[in-house]
């Protein structure tokens, strides 16, 4: 017994057969076709009891179970199922390594070509010279031709789905940049290769990139700054001389900077209000006029009650004066920013009589004068403004001088009264009449008073009034 066996385990036939046996002993789950090319890494899958796995094919994996890939399955993990096909029982499925596969399409000179799941045969594997769309393939051809429904090897990697390292594919021919407005461009299009470059554009000079200037939001632009871009600390700076004023005016609009200087013409002028600011804009307000007053009116109703002032009194600003005012935005007034005396405080009247007003007294001579008539004593120079004189009958002429000074020191010329009404008198220029530095003390320098000098009484008139006004500087 011994030797018979002996003689058979000498048989060549014999010996192929176990080497066959213990190759599938030692490779469980893989075919011999499988152990003849390499070492597979597989792994045991149960299959779908309903859709099941095909042999040879491309399999996924679900809740239920391996089944037979699709043709849309393009962004998952396929395997090829190399053992266990069906519904019942586990799949063998292939990980890595070499392994057959069942193709879609008859081809030739395919190694090394991308295997991929079929488009039209589901689950079939594919091959395709470029890397699919997606990026993803399960592997590389091995064989270097395929036939239709039949199998081919492929090789398989660690990883089912890799990333794929193929050239890209599209419609682009030319890319063109459009820069917004405070840009320009160089090197658009780019139709092949290139450097696109940005560069600022030129801008109107005094300009700023901000938002509109009013109104609701919208893209910035260049534009000129306006006054609401600043702080109001920085709102009220710079200066404007508005057009030489024609008349009175009311909510006026020509200040809009720190200084504003106005120019009221060929007369005195009325404000009665300033365009309404923002809480803390701060304005000085400068007559640059040669002769006229500018007067700003009190709490006038003339103006808009946001844009008038609030003084406590109407405030005149003779040639040369500046006042700074300030817009208070819980009173929505305009106030004095510095000392302003209202003119009820400041403005000083001086009325001489000549003559009497009883019936006996006899008309008024030429000689009939008035010297000293207006001495000031207000502890400062006191500036004319104003003259005017009435007579009780006829048309006499007068003549006020500042004490030692010319027939012309405070009028162009004589002034004819009016009878029975005051008429106004030219006033040379803006006299001023120096203070005395206290109550009984000597000018130190003159003229310190004027008189007043009839110049023609005409016989007619009984009684004289000169009716002087002047302001404290």
Avoid at 465 to 471: D, M, P, S, T, Y
Wanted: glycine residues 10%; contains cysteine.
């Amino acid at each position: 017994m011994f030797g018979r066996l002996t003689h058979l385990l000498r048989s060549p036939t014999l010996r192929l057969l176990l080497l066959v046996l213990a190759l599938a002993t030692l490779l469980p789950g893989v075919d011999a076709q499988e152990a003849s090319r390499g070492t597979n890494t597989v792994k045991a899958v149960l299959n779908d009891p309903s859709t099941g796995t095909t042999l040879w094919s491309l399999a996924k994996i679900t809740s239920t179970g391996a089944v037979i890939a699709g043709t849309g399955d393009t962004n998952i993990p396929l395997y090829v199922v190399t053992r266990g096909g069906g519904t019942t029982g586990s799949a063998m499925l292939n990980l890595s390594g070499v392994t057959s596969c069942r193709m879609d399409a008859t081809a030739s000179n395919v190694r090394g070509q991308y295997v991929v799941a079929s488009p039209t045969v589901a689950g079939d594997c594919h091959a395709q010279a470029a890397a699919p769309s997606n990026g993803i393939v399960i592997g590389q051809m091995d064989d270097n031709a395929t036939t239709a429904g039949s199998l081919a090897l492929i090789d398989t990697k660690i990883i089912a789905y890799v990333p794929g390292s193929g050239a890209g594919t599209g419609t682009v021919t030319s890319v063109t940049i459009t820069p917004p407005p405070e840009y320009t461009v160089t090197g658009s299009p780019i139709t092949t290769a290139g450097t696109i470059a940005f560069v600022k554009a030129t801008q109107t000079a005094n300009s700023h990139y901000a938002g509109p200037a009013s109104g609701s939001a919208a893209a910035p632009t260049f534009r000129a700054l306006v006054k609401a871009d600043l702080p109001a600390a920085l709102a009220s700076t710079g200066t404007v001389t508005p057009t030489t004023l024609a008349g009175d005016v009311n909510d006026y609009a020509g200040c809009t900077n720190g200084v504003c200087r106005i120019n009221g013409g060929a007369a005195d002028r009325l404000l009665t209000g300033l365009t309404a600011g923002t809480g803390g804009d701060i304005i000085d307000i400068q007559n640059v006029g040669t002769t006229n007053a500018l007067t700003l009116k009190d709490q006038s109703a003339s103006s808009s009650a946001v844009n008038r002032f609030l003084f406590g009194g109407d405030l005149t600003l003779f040639p040369g004066e500046t006042l700074a005012i300030i817009y208070d935005a819980t009173a929505t007034r305009w106030k004095a920013w510095s000392i302003g005396i209202p003119d009820k405080y400041k403005i000083k009247p001086c009325v001489i009589s000549v003559g009497s007003v009883s019936v006996d007294a006899p008309p008024l001579a030429d000689d009939e004068d008035s010297p000293r008539a207006c001495p000031n004593d207000f502890e400062k120079d006191w500036k004319i403004t104003t003259v005017a004189c009435m007579a009780d009958a006829g048309t006499p002429t007068v003549t006020p001088i500042l004490t030692a000074g010319s027939a012309t020191s405070i009028l162009t010329g004589a002034c004819t009264c009016g009878a029975g009404v005051w008429a106004p008198c030219a006033v040379n220029g803006s006299p001023l009449v120096h203070s005395f530095s206290g109550t009984g003390a000597t000018c130190s320098s003159t003229p310190c008073d004027l008189a007043v000098n009839i110049t023609a009484a005409g016989g007619t008139a009984k009684f004289v009034q000169v009716k002087i006004k002047g302001v404290l500087q």
